[in-house]
């Protein structure tokens, strides 16, 4: 009993000041008010997955600072999310099937819709340099998707 006592008593010794350190830091960084907007859904199956990217590396190891999936129950998913000050790289698609992936043929050529940031789809995707969107305050991002074949 008594060493269940004296665990007890070095735990709260060595977590209280972190705790108590934590709970005095405000997080005084205002978030921006995002709104992404995905345009052009054909078909009212599956869902709609965006991955949102804060960094180069994030974008390119394909690690994204979130993923949000909504519906694809009309014309367009619309999306809201509070983001720091900064560069992001927002990426779509629509999993038509619902499998959890973006389906592709035996070249990489994605077979369900799928869109980013800054493109038009004339082109091949680009790197997070690319598709990068700046945020400073309130904005909105639209992002059409595109279907290759």
């Not at 994204?64 to 000050?85: F, M, N, W």
């Not at 992001?88 to 070249?107: E, M, Q, R, S, W």
């Not at 819709?113 to 680009?126: A, E, I, L, M």
Request: charged share 25%; with cysteine.
């Amino acid at each position: 009993m008594k060493k269940i006592f004296a665990a007890f008593l070095c735990m709260m010794f060595f977590t209280l000041p972190e705790v108590l350190s934590y709970s005095q830091t405000p997080n005084t960084e205002a978030l921006c008010d995002t709104e992404i907007v995905v345009t052009g859904i054909k078909e009212n199956s599956g869902k709609i997955v965006i991955s949102i990217h804060d960094s180069a590396e994030s974008f390119r190891k394909r690690l994204p600072y979130r993923t949000v999936e909504l519906p694809a129950d009309g014309e367009q998913a619309v999306y809201h999310i509070g983001l720091k000050s900064g560069d992001y790289a927002f990426c779509v698609y629509h999993d038509i099937d619902g499998d959890g992936k973006l389906n592709t043929n035996a070249i990489g050529i994605p077979k369900e819709p799928f869109g980013f940031s800054n493109y038009d789809g004339k082109s091949p995707p680009g790197n997070f340099k690319k598709h990068k969107v700046s945020i400073d305050g309130a904005a909105t991002i639209k992002i059409p998707l595109i279907k290759m074949n």
